[in-house]
Each structure stands twice: as structure tokens, then as C-alpha cells.
């Protein structure tokens, strides 16, 4: 059984710092794209970043560019975000996901992890 298990959400002032880390297990990922996706209350699921997990050139969205850094683990199956700069609008709920790099659907998915940064 495919599990992402997302850790290390919690609560910062605005300009600090958070890492999150994602532990995916039951099968293997070597053909797939790992993805953090947050979700701010009543605004719509927010792509942040996506690495495959084969290598090659992360992806970011622009508001998140420049402070946010996605890395992985191959040995440990750990794909993490470190988040730098934080800034009130980072609040949200933080997914791990993953999709096969032949597909465009994030098939599996974590519980989530709660940032919430304050001025």
C-alpha cells in the first residue's frame, strides 16, 4: 500500500524558516514526480514544487521562488522542502504528492501539514 506521509509543518514568524519532509513508501518511485502542493482556506490547491525523482530541474511556482528549496532523498525515499523567507501568505495546508512521469494526475497523495506563519 502506497503511503506519503508528510512531517514538520508547524508554526513560525513571518521571515523564518520550515522544512518539511515527505516519507513515501509501498512501491517504487523511480519513474515518478514528486510534488508539494499547499491549500490556503478558500483559495484553490496551489502546485509550489515538483522534482523527479530521476533528477533533472526542480520546478517552482513563482511565489514561492527564490526562498523555497525541493530536494530528495533516493536512499531514504524522503522528498523534503525547506522554506525559507517564510511569509504570512505561505499559510496553509501542505501536500505531498506523486504522479507517474507519464501521467499528469497526482495519483497519491499525503494527510497534509499545517504551516502557519504570523507577523
Not at 45 to 62: K, N
Request: proline content about 2%.
Amino acid at each position: 500500500q502506497v503511503q506519503l506521509v508528510e512531517s514538520g509543518g508547524g508554526s513560525v514568524q513571518a521571515g523564518g524558516s520550515l522544512r518539511l519532509s515527505c516519507a513515501a513508501s509501498g512501491r517504487t518511485f523511480s519513474n515518478y514526480i514528486m510534488g508539494w502542493f499547499r491549500q490556503a482556506p478558500g483559495k484553490e490547491r496551489e502546485r509550489v514544487a515538483s522534482i523527479f525523482w530521476g533528477g533533472g530541474i526542480p520546478y517552482y511556482a513563482d511565489s514561492v521562488k527564490d526562498r523555497f528549496t525541493i530536494s530528495k532523498d533516493n536512499a531514504r525515499n524522503m522528498v523534503h522542502l525547506q522554506m525559507n523567507s517564510l511569509k504570512v501568505e505561505d499559510t496553509a495546508v501542505y501536500y505531498c504528492a506523486a504522479r507517474q512521469i507519464t501521467t499528469t494526475i497526482y495519483e497519491y497523495w499525503g494527510q497534509g501539514t499545517q504551516v502557519t506563519v504570523s507577523s
